[in-house]
């Protein structure tokens, strides 16, 4: 799907974003019939309510949307996106006194609205749609979009069309449009060329499991994005619960926010030297899945005690750090859909990341407030590392206690990159759990844009 804006020259009413601050003021300046109609359809510039005032010859002259009050806005990303859902299908001009991140976060919320999931079903298709906003890069926010869209569909399908073979497809599709270069390490391949957890979580499944590599770039710093590909878990021999098991289409969330991101980096042909690694698998249960109590040998050769099969996303991780980490990149970056405890710490909507220095956690954090990517930084604390050491092997993949699970997953996986020196992870949900401006229920990207927008500072680009 294509989320672009309507070309510059087309037909278009105006569109006036008002809010209610300066509603009376602006009603104060137009012609008496124009006060006396809105007056009488009891428009209040409330968040969201769109009001179509009449020109010469009885059709529409121009629309006003409400932007509600300050106190709504702070409660409500992509607003714009409430506003689109409220108007006809016409191409409209906005007039609003917007500028800089606030008008890129109101445009790019207009983009992602208009995103529709309709593999299975066809419906109902983008509706309003608006000219680029003078005063936005609309280029970059369409790859923006794009990249975000990538994700969403990503994580959308069910597993039975998101396999493992299907997630390799859609690397080697994006790899294909950008002139990447791929390799897949698959099945009995991963044990010859030393993934042996990859190959553990992911051998009972029907998709034979692999390690995919894209890579994009021939000069400049060197970053590397490590995505989870779990494509579906049951939990493994420790079965999940019916209830828990519903939405685990989306636990490959953290491969598609990769892959979305690493759309966005090629689209705006970033000076750097991209690599992308993703363990690709389905956590299953056959004769041959890997029990509890087993002790896995990992590619950095530390043995992992399997204490619940159902924390298999840290293991997948853990091969694909341990390679990137032997080739160390100027910035590493992590992304699953990791724990629960990331959830019950910060919600669905805030994406926990950890990060190895101050300086890339508060280049993440900026660039998360400057894109309307909300994020949160979670510490390395290294008191709990005892937490992971089992004593009978060198890790735990599962704690007991439950106690700081996001963290003590986080610090499992910094045992794998002791080469590199600038390293963030980040536990996110991936999922819509209900609609929001710009962003219908479903799978979501997190935490990409504020990446993104911190590269700059951090690669020196």
């Given at each position: 799907?294509?989320?672009?804006?309507?070309?510059?020259?087309?037909?278009?009413?105006?569109?006036?974003?008002?809010?209610?601050?300066?509603?009376?003021?602006?009603?104060?300046?137009?012609?008496?019939?124009?006060?006396?109609?809105?007056?009488?359809?009891?428009?209040?510039?409330?968040?969201?309510?769109?009001?179509?005032?009449?020109?010469?010859?009885?059709?529409?002259?121009?629309?006003?949307?409400?932007?509600?009050?300050?106190?709504?806005?702070?409660?409500?990303?992509?607003?714009?996106?409430?506003?689109?859902?409220?108007?006809?299908?016409?191409?409209?001009?906005?007039?609003?006194?917007?500028?800089?991140?606030?008008?890129?976060?109101?445009?790019?919320?207009?983009?992602?609205?208009?995103?529709?999931?309709?593999?299975?079903?066809?419906?109902?298709?983008?509706?309003?749609?608006?000219?680029?906003?003078?005063?936005?890069?609309?280029?970059?926010?369409?790859?923006?979009?794009?990249?975000?869209?990538?994700?969403?569909?990503?994580?959308?399908?069910?597993?039975?069309?998101?396999?493992?073979?299907?997630?390799?497809?859609?690397?080697?599709?994006?790899?294909?449009?950008?002139?990447?270069?791929?390799?897949?390490?698959?099945?009995?391949?991963?044990?010859?060329?030393?993934?042996?957890m990859i190959h553990a979580v992911g051998r009972a499944?029907?998709?034979?499991?692999?390690?995919?590599?894209?890579?994009?770039?021939?000069?400049?710093?060197?970053?590397?994005?490590?995505?989870?590909?779990?494509?579906?878990?049951?939990?493994?021999?420790?079965?999940?619960?019916?209830?828990?098991?519903?939405?685990?289409?989306?636990?490959?969330?953290?491969?598609?926010?990769?892959?979305?991101?690493?759309?966005?980096?090629?689209?705006?042909?970033?000076?750097?030297?991209?690599?992308?690694?993703?363990?690709?698998?389905?956590?299953?249960?056959?004769?041959?899945?890997?029990?509890?109590?087993?002790?896995?040998?990992?590619?950095?050769?530390?043995?992992?005690?399997?204490?619940?099969?159902?924390?298999e996303g840290r293991l997948v991780l853990a091969d694909?750090?341990?390679?990137?980490?032997?080739?160390?990149?100027?910035?590493?970056?992590?992304?699953?859909?990791?724990?629960?405890?990331?959830?019950?710490?910060?919600?669905?909507?805030?994406?926990?990341?950890?990060?190895?220095?101050?300086?890339?956690?508060?280049?993440?954090?900026?660039?998360?407030?400057?894109?309307a990517d909300p994020v949160w930084r979670l510490p390395?604390?290294?008191?709990?590392?005892?937490?992971?050491?089992?004593?009978?092997?060198?890790?735990?993949?599962?704690?007991?206690?439950?106690?700081?699970?996001?963290?003590?997953?986080?610090?499992?996986?910094?045992?794998?990159?002791?080469?590199?020196?600038?390293?963030?992870?980040?536990?996110?949900?991936?999922?819509?759990?209900?609609?929001?401006?710009?962003?219908?229920?479903?799978?979501?990207?997190?935490?990409?844009?504020?990446?993104?927008?911190?590269?700059?500072?951090?690669?020196?680009?």
């Amino acid at each position: 799907m294509s989320l672009a804006f309507a070309p510059p020259d087309s037909p278009a009413l105006p569109l006036h974003l008002i809010s209610k601050e300066a509603y009376a003021g602006w009603l104060d300046g137009q012609a008496p019939q124009v006060r006396a109609w809105l007056e009488g359809a009891g428009f209040s510039a409330a968040l969201g309510k769109v009001a179509l005032v009449p020109g010469e010859g009885g059709g529409p002259g121009f629309a006003v949307a409400g932007y509600g009050s300050a106190s709504d806005r702070a409660r409500t990303r992509f607003a714009l996106g409430q506003v689109q859902a409220a108007l006809p299908k016409r191409v409209f001009r906005l007039v609003s006194d917007l500028a800089g991140p606030e008008l890129d976060e109101a445009a790019l919320g207009w983009l992602l609205a208009r995103y529709r999931f309709d593999r299975y079903k066809s419906g109902k298709g983008p509706g309003a749609n608006l000219i680029a906003p003078e005063g936005v890069d609309a280029v970059r926010l369409e790859a923006i979009a794009a990249g975000e869209a990538l994700t969403r569909d990503l994580i959308n399908t069910p597993a039975a069309d998101m396999g493992p073979e299907a997630l390799e497809q859609a690397l080697r599709d994006l790899a294909s449009e950008f002139g990447a270069q791929v390799e897949a390490c698959v099945g009995e391949a991963l044990l010859d060329r030393n993934f042996p957890m990859i190959h553990a979580v992911g051998r009972a499944a029907v998709e034979a499991p692999r390690l995919l590599e894209m890579r994009w770039g021939t000069a400049g710093p060197r970053l590397t994005l490590v995505g989870k590909g779990v494509c579906f878990d049951t939990g493994g021999l420790n079965l999940k619960p019916a209830g828990s098991m519903g939405l685990m289409k989306k636990d490959m969330g953290g491969a598609a926010t990769v892959l979305g991101l690493a759309r966005m980096i090629m689209a705006f042909g970033m000076p750097l030297r991209l690599r992308v690694l993703i363990p690709a698998v389905e956590n299953a249960i056959d004769g041959c899945a890997f029990r509890p109590q087993d002790i896995l040998t990992s590619r950095k050769g530390l043995t992992v005690e399997i204490n619940n099969t159902d924390a298999e996303g840290r293991l997948v991780l853990a091969d694909a750090l341990a390679l990137a980490d032997e080739d160390p990149p100027d910035l590493l970056v992590s992304m699953a859909t990791l724990t629960g405890a990331a959830r019950v710490a910060v919600g669905p909507d805030i994406a926990p990341f950890y990060a190895t220095d101050e300086a890339l956690a508060s280049a993440i954090a900026e660039g998360g407030a400057i894109a309307a990517d909300p994020v949160w930084r979670l510490p390395f604390h290294a008191p709990y590392e005892t937490m992971i050491e089992p004593g009978i092997a060198d890790l735990d993949n599962a704690p007991k206690g439950g106690f700081a699970g996001s963290i003590t997953a986080a610090l499992f996986l910094r045992r794998f990159v002791s080469n590199t020196g600038r390293y963030a992870h980040f536990d996110i949900y991936g999922w819509q759990p209900k609609a929001a401006p710009g962003r219908p229920k479903g799978g979501v990207g997190q935490g990409a844009r504020a990446v993104l927008q911190a590269l700059p500072r951090l690669l020196g680009l």
